[in-house]
């Protein structure tokens, strides 16, 4: 899967360099989880800008809030955030995150 994003000019990266959930989803608490992605930024999100990206989507809204600063700043007008698959429950908000994710892959992948 992650080989045919890549060929259609779609990469995945994750903000945090190390696993800040669990089995089930249970996060580490929200002081080490926000240091945990500003760190993972630190790192390689640094790297992020000079790649040119058209869009940029995070998947995360928690992400999204705690990184909200540096995303504006390296990609302004050009990120949006959408839910944590996980933490879409039932058959319509799994739709509804689908089709955002499909919508996002179509309008900015080559």
Known sequence: ??????ARGIWL???SLAAVAGPGGVRVAPRPYAAA???GWRHHGLDLPRLDPAHVLVIGLGVARILRG???A???GRWQAVPQPMG????APTA?????L?????RHAD
Do not use: I, N, W, Y
């Open 74 to 76: 390296a990609f302004p």
């Open 70 to 72: 540096q995303l504006d």
């Open 37 to 39: 992605l500003r760190e």
């Open 102 to 106: 499909a919508e996002a892959a179509r």
């Open 13 to 15: 990266t994750d903000a």
């Open 88 to 91: 879409a429950r039932g058959l």
């Open 96 to 100: 509804a995150l689908h089709a955002t």
């Open 1 to 6: 899967m992650l080989h045919r994003l890549k």
